[in-house]
């Protein structure tokens, strides 16, 4: 239910949707008897569109992410390494026979330098169908997807192990957390959590919440901290960085609110 609703839900909230709604429907109310209004609407709405396209905005949002959590300083093998789903896209790979890489891609480059230097060390790939429509239910899920792509490139296919479930980080802390158990983890050595660094804050609260103590692994930065407060030349780039970075951090204020994570901004 979670799940589904938070998809409904974010449909309507993410900024470029929701300035789109906005001026759509202030430009509807400016033909009737209610024009003061829907000009006020569409005003506001096309402010917003162009705040979001090409304002700092969305740098400073995702920057603020992406610096909570610094990376980890590891000190000998750990237990495992944890990747967490988000590097590719079900939909097209299912649809060309072969697997296709979204910008989190970064996550299986780390994953692949992370089995070279510690040999033996499991990996762990959690992330199942989060299919919404039906049909879609036997698209591969994203596990073996990222399986499919490390065996490519050399990983040992007996080192990985595929966590298939879980639809979003809350599942992904609770499912990875029963698995690492059936895997016999040692409480002498962490687990590594590689994701995204703007996801990393709402990623390393939900394992904390489940009861899960693994060590931050931020991959995937798309801020280069004294860029923060640049203006972006294409629009799209803008409205994609505003939208990813609300999105977190309106995650971030989910999980606190339906008791995911036990604070709202998680430190390291």
């Known amino acids: 239910m979670f799940f589904a609703l938070s998809k409904i839900v974010w449909f309507f909230l993410q900024p470029s ?14 033909l009737t008897r209610f024009r003061q209004l829907g000009r006020a609407f569409l005003a506001a709405g096309l402010c917003g569109l162009f705040l ?13 992410l992406e610096d909570r959590i610094p990376r980890a300083e590891i000190t000998g093998a750990p237990a495992g390494i944890i990747v967490l789903g988000g590097a590719v896209h079900m939909e097209v790979s299912a ?18 330098q992370l089995a070279e230097r510690y040999p033996g060390v499991p990996l762990l790939l959690s992330g199942g169908n989060n299919a919404l429509l039906p049909g879609d239910e036997a698209i591969a899920s994203e596990a073996e997807i990222m399986a499919e792509i490390l065996t ?8 990985l192990f595929l966590e298939k479930h ?20 040692s409480e002498a050595a962490p687990w590594l959590l590689v994701t995204s660094a703007y996801h990393m804050p709402r990623a390393l609260g939900a394992f904390r919440a489940a009861g899960f103590d693994v060590l931050p692994y931020p991959v995937d930065y798309q801020t280069g901290g ?14 994609a960085f505003t939208d990813f970075a609300v999105k977190e ?8 609110l339906t008791g995911k994570t036990d604070t709202l901004f998680p430190a390291p």
């Open 226 to 239: 004294e860029h923060a407060f640049s203006f972006f030349y294409f629009s799209s780039d803008g409205i």
């Open 249 to 256: 951090w309106l995650g971030l204020a989910a999980y606190y």
């Open 17 to 30: 949707a929701a300035f789109l709604f906005l001026s759509t429907g202030g430009f509807a109310l400016s």
């Open 152 to 159: 490519g490139i050399g990983v040992a296919p007996e080192r």
């Open 95 to 112: 649809a060309r026979g072969e697997p296709a890489i979204l910008s989190g891609g970064e996550r299986l480059l780390a994953a692949h």
């Open 52 to 64: 979001i396209s090409f304002s700092p905005l969305g740098r400073v949002l995702m920057a603020g």
């Open 166 to 185: 879980s639809r979003n980080t809350h599942e992904n802390a609770v499912n990875a957390k029963a698995m690492a158990a059936g895997l016999g983890a």
